[in-house]
C-alpha cells in the first residue's frame, strides 16, 4: 500500500522506534504504513466514528497485523493513558478542533514529546497554541493531495519565542525552508485575503473598519513574501 503525498508527509516526521497514536485514523493507512515500514513496532489507532473504525478493523487484518496495530473508538486523546505513546498524529480536521482535542486532555500532552499535526484549516491557531502552551515547531512541509495544498506541522516540547502573526500564518520553518510549493502557499493565503478584502469592499462601513485596514496590510505583507 502506497500513502498519498500528505500522509507520506505525516509518516516522515515520526522518528523510528517511537511509539506513535494515530487520532483519527480513518481507515487506518497511516498506522498500518508505520508499522510496515518499521518507524514503529506498535501504533495505537483511534476513531470516533464506528464506520471509518470498523474499515481500518478490515485493514489492519488483511495486513496480518492484528498485534501491532491497536484499534480503539473514542474522541480525541481519551482513548489514550499518559505515557502509553510519545508520538501523537492528528490529520485530516480542522486546526481549531485540534487545539480542543489536545486541551482535553493536559495530562496526555504532557507525557508526549512530539505532535505531528496536518490541519484542513486554522493553522495559524494551530501554531499559536504550540507555543502558547511550552511547544514548539522543529518542522514543517507542504504536500499536494488532489490538487490542494496541505499543511504538516511538527512539533516538540520546549519554550520558545513564538513567531509573528505574518509566520504564524505561513509557516516559521516552511518560510525558513523555501520549500517547492511555498510560493503556491503564500498564493493560497492570497487569495483568501484577498476574498475577504473584497468582500469589505461592498460595504463604505467594513472599508472604514480597523478589520479592512488589517486585511490589506497583510496582503501587502503576503505579497512581499512571493519573492526570495
Request: hydrophobic share 40%; charged share 30%.
Amino acid at each position: 500500500m502506497k500513502l498519498d503525498d500528505r500522509l507520506q508527509a505525516l509518516a516522515d516526521f515520526v522518528p523510528k522506534g517511537s511509539r506513535v497514536a494515530d487520532i483519527g485514523t480513518d481507515h487506518g493507512y497511516l498506522a498500518l504504513e508505520l508499522v510496515q515500514s518499521g518507524k514503529a513496532e506498535h501504533v495505537i489507532a483511534s476513531d470516533k466514528n464506528t464506520g471509518p473504525l470498523e474499515a481500518a478493523v478490515r485493514a489492519v487484518r488483511e495486513a496480518g497485523l492484528t498485534k501491532q496495530v491497536a484499534l480503539r473508538e473514542g474522541d480525541g486523546l481519551s482513548v489514550l493513558k499518559p505515557g502509553e505513546v510519545d508520538t501523537v498524529c492528528i490529520a485530516g480536521m480542522g486546526g481549531i478542533l485540534m487545539t480542543e482535542i489536545l486541551d482535553a486532555q493536559p495530562e496526555v500532552v504532557k507525557s508526549l514529546d512530539r505532535l505531528v499535526l496536518q490541519p484542513m484549516n486554522g493553522a495559524p491557531e494551530l501554531r499559536r497554541w504550540l507555543y502558547r502552551h511550552y511547544w514548539h515547531i522543529v518542522d514543517e512541509t507542504l504536500a499536494v493531495d488532489d490538487g490542494r495544498i496541505y499543511e504538516i506541522i511538527c512539533g516538540e516540547k520546549g519554550r520558545e519565542k513564538m513567531p509573528d502573526a505574518l509566520m504564524l500564518l505561513i509557516g516559521p520553518k516552511l518560510w525558513e525552508k523555501k520549500p517547492a510549493l511555498l510560493r503556491h502557499h503564500i498564493e493560497q493565503l492570497l487569495f483568501q485575503s484577498r476574498s475577504i478584502a473584497a468582500g469589505m469592499e461592498k460595504s463604505p462601513r467594513a472599508r472604514r473598519t480597523k478589520k479592512y485596514r488589517e486585511v490589506q496590510e497583510l496582503i501587502e505583507a503576503l505579497e512581499e513574501r512571493l519573492t526570495w
